[in-house]
């Protein structure tokens, strides 16, 4: 029997307006409309007792922020954080020198933590409670010294890095939304500078321009931040005097944000004055103007002399034999110093080791580098696209040159970085660790973790364990990694293979959370014990190879004051890690005595 009947498309709805263009149309009437609902209600219960129940899907939606503008720039003050204070310090600086008013919020603690925790969605990653915490108590501060909740909803806005991936920092953004509404900051801005935006998203009219200065300034002041930083923990834990490169570290860093914050960023207008606006091609003229006063200025070297000669002065006694523990994991756990990891590095030093920390700039060449691969993996194409049919020349040849074109202005981006961050290592005394090459951690990591696998530090882990243990540039590795992180799990298995591949490795990884300190603490106390006997053993084994005693070699190094100040470039001799040791040999060296050992080229 059939419960409708069909009318021509141009006649009139009997019910509910005129039809515009069904091909099929119901009459209603109440019996046509009780078997309808008839119909439903049947179905429904099919689909219930068949466990297809139709659920309405709420997608979430991006919410909608108050835009930042250009006239709000006066009265609007930026937040961020998440680093160390070094490199928060430098970029404030930098961000100051274009214009903005700036805040850092420090280093996240504990108490953090438990307000990330209480505001925040359950089961996240450590570093999300730590830092969105962080933020709900930095603004809580600000509320309790007098700041009202409506000018801080209005004046303040939280920028920080945006990513879109498989691990949670895709997440972070909204875990900041939700934590802010739930601890009554609803309506606080949050704005992101995607990793994936290019150097120019830049707006006219946007009150926060992530133009080509931007970028530029930022790029500087974490660059400069990771190499003082290094250089930092390369010094202290041989200093003569208790204390003496903490103090000069304070100083470093102020002198260079305001070093930073005094530069004007190049323009056309300022080198050319009123006839800047008639020149052709203005905007790409300005845009290459900046680069070039990037590569070839002099405008931040000078103010790094300072910083190298300030280290320099700092005495050392490079005799002090300590394990060299190089610290690797995931991004932020192996970057903050506080409770976020435990506090790891001032306890590593106080233990008597030699941290090797990771620079930020490693994890730039990775992000640029798993980018090139993705290019090369799919020649350029966007998800789902299919290459064109063999005969179609003009297509094939578009492609071919769009890819080219691309990969072109990744490998320019990969070699202008690198060249930029060497040349502030080579200005502080070129005594810093040069950046890892990613093709050789690609190498030598992928056989052990898909490099191809994103989120998180990927294939980096495994690869920089290898790499500093396997090249004698550490005695042992600590892997600092957050409770509840994906990548880091699936790294922690992998490392398995390795270590038992590499069996002189001392590895340890450690899972940071907001408790367990003492725990972790004890842990890495028994790995650095080993490390420790290591260290030791190498330092007897090349005093008696050399033939000399300590007594022998410190006579002679007191000849020379220039080998015990912070920066004296002490060469690294093949199958030997320790400074102590490599310091031992050089000093034997310059004695005359013919030593046993030969100069390692990295
Ligand atoms: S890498 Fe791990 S800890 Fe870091 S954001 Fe992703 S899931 Fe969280």
Redo the contacts with the bound molecule.
Sequence with gaps: MSTSTQIPPTAPALAGGPVTNPSLVQISSPVEDAIRQRIVEERARLEREAGLTHRELHHFHKPIERPFTKDQRYRTTLLFGGLTWKHEKLVHGGLEGLGYKCEVVPVADVKAFQLGKEYGNNG?????YFTVGNLVQYLQKLEESGIRKEDLIGNYIFLTAGACGP???GM?EAEYRLALRNAGFDGFRVMLFQQSGGLNQADAEAGLEMNLDFFLNLLNGLNMGDIINEVGYQVRPFEANAGETDAVLDEVIDYMHEVLRKKSPWSVEEKLGAIADKIPMKGTVEYLGKFLNQLYSDDYMIGLAHVRERYNNIKVDRFRVKPIVKITG????QTTEGDGNFNMFQFLEKEGAQVVVEPIGTWIMYMIHQVVQKIRDTKGLEEGAVMPPSWRLDKQAKIEWKYRNKLMKLKAAEVIFSREYHRIIDALGGTAHRLVDQYELQRIGHPYYNSRAG???GHLEVAKNIYYSNRELCHMVLSLK?F?????TQSDGAQSAVVSHYKDMIFLPVETSGEGEINAHSRVQMALGEAKAKAKLEFKDVLSKLGKTVDELKAVADQHPEMSTGLYHVPKYKGVIGTAANFAIHVAEKMGASVPYHQDAH
């Design positions: 996240q990653c450590n570093p999300t691990c949670r920092f972070y995931e991004f932020w756990a989120g998180g530090e957050p509840g992180c994906m990548p880091s």
